[in-house]
């Protein structure tokens, strides 16, 4: 498979909709890659709370019909990143009221929406995004022709046990769009190739570049492969980040070294 990586910045001063005809674009010179991977509030900048309820979007909006297109006139898999998503309201509350996510859209090379994936894992410590958001509450795997994605987002890379269930489901390739602070690039490649070894998993990390309201953001997309190595690292900048793996390798490397199967812990079985 070959996948490619779009670091993107959000830069200040250029519209939500100047941005998302630029991306769309970039998208679509990625024909022949297998997968596109943007990175997590591409929008408006994972740091930018208080665009969230400005620019929310309905799964049916704006940025759902881009990228649809744009996955269609590639021919690719599209794992969109994320938008701040407005849901819907509850009943006898104005449409504008409902809830805040931090959503992910995966679409296939037909332009069909295939995967929602609404974060679990809110970051803020009580404000930012853990205020503003509200949580997901399901675990999203995309079946691809040749592998099965499971995805996460940003702040979940945090949270191995969300992995583990993501391979429980049979996840091989886990997909990790993220806007990760500079201050703790090193926890960012840490702790994906963190979660490749312990789930003998591809792990395809897509981060910002730039700075998003203030906060520079860390780059440094990662792709790194079952047996925890780096296939393809970027630089702090925008770059597209292409890559080539071959997802037999997971099978492969589950097989010679059998970890998974020595599990206890977190396992289905009776108490005592």
């Excluded at 992910?104 to 894992?121: C, E, M, N, Q, T």
């Excluded at 977190?266 to 005592?272: F, N």
């Amino acid at each position: 498979m070959r996948a490619s990586l779009l670091q993107v910045a959000v830069n200040e001063g250029e519209s939500v909709e100047s941005r998302r005809r630029g991306v769309a674009a970039l998208v679509r010179e990625q024909a022949g890659a297998d997968l596109v991977v943007l990175p997590e509030l591409w929008t408006t900048g994972a740091f930018a709370y208080e665009d969230f309820a400005r620019e929310a979007e309905t799964l049916d909006g704006p940025t759902r019909e881009a990228m649809a297109a744009a996955a269609r006139d590639a021919g690719v898999w599209l794992h969109a990143g994320s938008v701040p998503e407005r849901g819907a309201a509850d009943g006898g509350s104005p449409a504008g009221d409902g809830p805040l996510y931090n959503t992910s859209l995966v679409f296939s090379p037909a332009g069909d929406l295939a995967a929602v994936y609404r974060k679990i894992h809110r970051f803020g410590f009580d404000q930012g995004e853990a205020v503003l958001m509200s949580a997901g509450d399901a675990l999203v795997t995309v079946e691809l022709p040749h592998t099965t994605l499971g995805v996460a987002t940003c702040y979940d890379l945090r949270f191995p046990e969300l992995f583990r269930g993501l391979v429980d489901a049979g996840a091989e390739t886990l997909v990790v769009p993220a806007g990760w602070p500079d201050r703790r690039r090193s926890h960012w490649t840490l702790l994906a190739r963190a979660r490749a070894v312990e789930n003998q998993a591809f792990v395809l990390a897509c981060g910002t570049a730039g700075t998003h309201a203030g906060v520079p953001q860390a780059g440094h997309s990662i792709v790194v492969d079952p047996w925890g190595e780096v296939l393809a690292e970027a630089g702090p900048g925008e770059q597209v980040l292409t890559v080539d793996f071959d997802p037999a390798e997971v099978a492969k490397t589950r097989d010679r070294f059998p970890a998974l199967k020595d599990r206890v812990l977190g396992l289905d079985r009776p108490h005592h």
